[in-house]
């Protein structure tokens, strides 16, 4: 059984509000000090704040995840990462919903007023609503997987990183990701210089699945010494995997698209026709943290951190 440094889910099960989050960050501060880490605490924009363990400026490799807690939907947020017909399907029926509630709300107000302006104000205030509220909404209370795990991931290695190693790496929790990676991307403008080189290893989503994916931006992809070094992470644990997917169709909508060198990690199921897929997130069903994960990412992470990763 793993033991977790901080019982995330028992202790923080929900990162949505402003107190939420001061909990929390303050938590993390204690206990990253308690292991030697210098820590602290950056704003942002929006009023996010990113909690930054370590060196920012001098570390080689930046693990990341966002905090945050995301709002609940009816429907959840389907990723089908390497299936563009699938990944595109699901958007236009996403869209298609918005739309739907909008004209269902705007044609009784075309009939009962005969006004085509206050139709089209109720359509359009019913659209914008419901994005509003998959972005902002009540939050999920389930949200093991997103992003739970990433944060209980990156508190597990950097709680495994040899004292000798720790300059290589920086740790950081992005705020706001749910409301368009804006503490990433306040982190960016923040540290351009630094990030320019640092290979960024976003955790998102890495609690549920037997298949661990690392999806490199493509600036990363071309860069041939930087792509070994990923490459030793590959490998079978048990009933487990890490791949790299560096080529054909793939997409990974997280925190490492605002970083040059940037490296999304995700698990996912697999099935028949639709490949890999992450599911449940967003939805009441999110409640699978699988530690076994968490060990090998953890493992895997350290290792190729250290420089001990296969070649």
């Not at 989050?21 to 942002?44: D, I, M, N, Q």
């Not at 009939?111 to 359009?124: D, H, I, K, N, Q």
Request: aromatic share 10%; glycine share 8%; net charge positive.
């Amino acid at each position: 059984m793993l033991h977790e440094p901080i019982d995330v889910l028992a202790q923080f099960p929900v990162r949505k509000t402003g107190k939420q989050k001061k909990s929390f960050r303050e938590a993390v501060t204690v206990y990253a000090e308690s292991l030697g880490y210098p820590c602290r605490t950056e704003k942002g924009g929006f009023g996010s704040r990113n909690i930054v363990i370590g060196d920012p400026e001098e570390a080689d490799f930046l693990v990341t995840a966002h905090y945050d807690t995301p709002a609940r939907m009816l429907f959840p947020n389907l990723i089908t990462p390497c299936n563009p017909l699938t990944f595109i399907a699901y958007q236009i029926f996403m869209i298609g919903i918005f739309f739907a509630a909008a004209f269902a709300v705007g044609i009784p107000v075309w009939f009962l007023t005969e006004s085509s302006r206050f139709a089209f104000l109720a359509g359009y205030i019913v659209y914008f609503g419901l994005l509003f509220l998959m972005m902002f909404g009540p939050a999920n209370p389930s949200n093991a997987n997103d992003n739970t795990s990433g944060v209980v991931t990156v508190l597990e290695t950097l709680r495994s990183m040899p004292e000798n190693q720790r300059g290589k790496v920086c740790f950081v929790l992005f705020d706001l990701e749910e409301a368009g990676l804006i503490g990433s991307s306040s982190y960016r403008k923040a540290h351009k210089k630094a990030t320019d080189r640092q290979i960024v290893l976003n955790l998102d989503c890495v609690g549920d699945g037997d298949e661990m994916v690392l999806f490199p931006v493509k600036q990363l992809c071309a860069d041939r010494e930087k792509m070994l070094l990923l490459c030793g992470c590959v490998g079978r644990f048990g009933s487990k995997t890490i791949a790299v997917r560096n080529k054909g169709f793939r997409v990974y909508p997280s925190d490492q698209k605002n970083f040059p060198y940037g490296v999304g990690i995700a698990a996912f199921r697999r099935k028949k026709g639709v490949g890999l897929y992450c599911a449940k997130i967003h939805t009441a069903k999110d409640t699978t943290l699988d530690q076994t994960n968490v060990n090998i990412l953890r493992a895997a992470l350290t290792s190729l951190i250290s420089g001990t990763a296969a070649q």
